[in-house]
């Protein structure tokens, strides 16, 4: 019977973890939920309801900006 959690808490828990953590998003809202390079911040996976677009070389998955090797699993 709990109340959902505010959009503003997450994002503060977001900015809080993302000193951690390197790919996070928020799933199961409507905004802040794409996934960015850690490096230079360009757009690597956009989310939009069940829709998903890629925005990454892959076979290494590497930024479209910076090159960057990125590390995380696709599955």
């Given amino acids: 019977n709990a109340e959902p959690t505010p959009p503003i808490l997450l994002n503060h828990a977001k900015e809080i973890?993302?000193?951690y953590l390197k790919?996070?998003?928020l799933g199961n809202i409507s905004?802040?939920?794409n996934t960015y390079c850690p490096f230079c911040k360009e757009l690597l996976i956009k989310r939009t309801g069940y829709?998903?677009?890629l925005f990454f070389h892959q076979n290494p998955i590497r930024c479209p900006k910076c090159q960057n090797?990125?590390?995380f699993i696709l599955d």
């Fill in 69 to 71: 090797k990125l590390t």
């Fill in 31 to 33: 905004a802040n939920n």
């Fill in 51 to 53: 829709k998903t677009q």
């Fill in 17 to 19: 973890i993302s000193e």
């Fill in 23 to 25: 790919y996070i998003y």
